[in-house]
T-cell receptor, first 115, second 112 residues
Framework: EAQVTQNPRYLITVTGKKLTVTCSQN?????MSWYRQDPGLGLRQIYY???????DKGDVPEGYKVSRKEKRNFPLILESPSPNQTSLYFC??????????????FGPGTRLTVL | DQQVKQNSPSLSVQEGRISILNCDYT??????FLWYKKYPAEGPTFLIS?????DKNEDGRFTVFLNKSAKHLSLHIVPSQPGDSAVYFC???????????FGGGTRVLVKP
């Protein structure tokens, strides 16, 4: 089954404790991205990757890091989480580039709370 | 500054009636627009899209209208069904860009 998986689905942590949210896709997609969803602000793009070893900043990259060492994986790293990073995070992938339609798949989301 | 705005955070409609969701954008460089649907505890799923060279695109019960001069698009759902109850996001992209910009979302409730 074609899918994007994220782990963990729920995480409560404390300020300053480094964490990683994993994202994996099994569709051999080149394009992957991370979004955060906040009330009234919709989804805002954090980082995206056009292919292995190619990453770029989205609209809200501050406080986040990513890496793309393998095509299938695109982890999101919070080196020193802060309460303003409490949010719902989505990973997404598509075959090539920004999608024009139904070829973009989203993961189920990770609910992160930073105390 | 939000470049894509959905000014109605919520909408309630009776089953069988029309749902109209609105989306405004400020960046004239956007040339492609998408609508996504999101159920609780799930990721968004693609619903329908429209290119800036068109003013209308239809897919079953869903129709998207684009008014470029007004920088406005709308999504019509006819007839609305209880299963359409979800949050709907509009999104936009530029011709030369690699990013999607989303609106804040509209929560739709279809009452039986």
């Amino acid at each position: 089954e074609a899918q994007v998986t994220q782990n963990p689905r729920y995480l409560i942590t404390v300020t300053g404790k480094k964490l990683t949210v994993t994202c994996s896709q099994n569709m051999n997609h080149e394009y992957m991205s991370w979004y955060r969803q906040d009330p009234g602000l919709g989804l805002r793009q954090i980082y995206y990757s056009m292919n292995v070893e190619v990453t770029d900043k989205g609209d809200v990259p501050e406080g986040y890091k990513v890496s793309r060492k393998e095509k299938r994986n695109f982890p999101l790293i919070l080196e020193s989480p802060s309460p303003n990073q409490t949010s719902l995070y989505f990973c997404a992938s598509s075959l090539t580039g920004v999608p024009y339609g139904n070829e973009q798949f989203f993961g189920p989301g990770t609910r992160l709370t930073v105390l | 500054d939000q470049q894509v705005k959905q000014n109605s955070p919520s909408l309630s409609v009776q089953e069988g009636r029309i749902s109209i969701l609105n989306c405004d954008y400020t960046n004239s460089m956007f040339d492609y627009f998408l609508w996504y649907k999101k159920y609780p505890a799930e990721g968004p799923t693609f619903l329908i899209s429209i290119s800036s060279i068109k003013d209308k695109n239809e897919d079953g019960r869903f129709t998207v209208f684009l008014n470029k001069s007004a920088k406005h698009l709308s999504l019509h759902i006819v007839p609305s069904q209880p299963g359409d109850s979800a949050v709907y996001f509009c999104a936009a992209k530029k011709a030369a860009g690699n990013k999607l910009t989303f609106g804040g979302g509209t929560r739709v409730l279809v009452k039986p």
